[in-house]
C-alpha cells in the first residue's frame, strides 16, 4: 500500500518561499512519473509540476519560473520549492503519482496572505 506524507506548508506574507516535501513508502518511488497537485478552496485538484522518472521537469503556466520540483530517489522524496508565492497559491498541496493513483495523503496547506 501506498503512502504519501507531505509536509512543509504553511502561513507565507506574498512574495516569500516555501519548500514543500513528500515522503513516498510502499512503492518503487524511483520508477514513477511524480507530481505536484493542489486544490484551492471552491475549485477542482490541479496538476502544477511534474517530475518523470528520468528526471525532466514540466509546469503549469500559473507557476512557471516561481516553482521547482525536484526528488531524490534514494530516499523515496520529492520536493517542491515555491518562491515569488502570491494569494492565489492559497491551497492544500498534494503529492502522488502522474497520472495519480486512487491512495492521496493528507497534503499540507499553504496560505499566502499579509
Known amino acids: 500500500q501506498v503512502q504519501l506524507v507531505e509536509s512543509g506548508g504553511g502561513l507565507v506574507q506574498p512574495g516569500g518561499s516555501l519548500r514543500l516535501s513528500c515522503a513516498v513508502s510502499g512503492s518503487i518511488f524511483r520508477l514513477y512519473d511524480m507530481g505536484w497537485y493542489r486544490q484551492a478552496p471552491g475549485k477542482q485538484r490541479e496538476l502544477v509540476a511534474t517530475i518523470t522518472s528520468g528526471g525532466n521537469t514540466y509546469y503549469g503556466d500559473s507557476v512557471k519560473g516561481r516553482f521547482t520540483i525536484s526528488r531524490d530517489n534514494a530516499k523515496n522524496t520529492l520536493f517542491l520549492q515555491m518562491n515569488s508565492l502570491k494569494p492565489e497559491d492559497t491551497a492544500v498541496y498534494f503529492c502522488?503519482?502522474?497520472?495519480?493513483?486512487?491512495?492521496w495523503g493528507q497534503g499540507t496547506l499553504v496560505t499566502v496572505s499579509s
Open positions: 502522488n503519482t502522474v497520472p495519480s493513483g486512487r491512495v
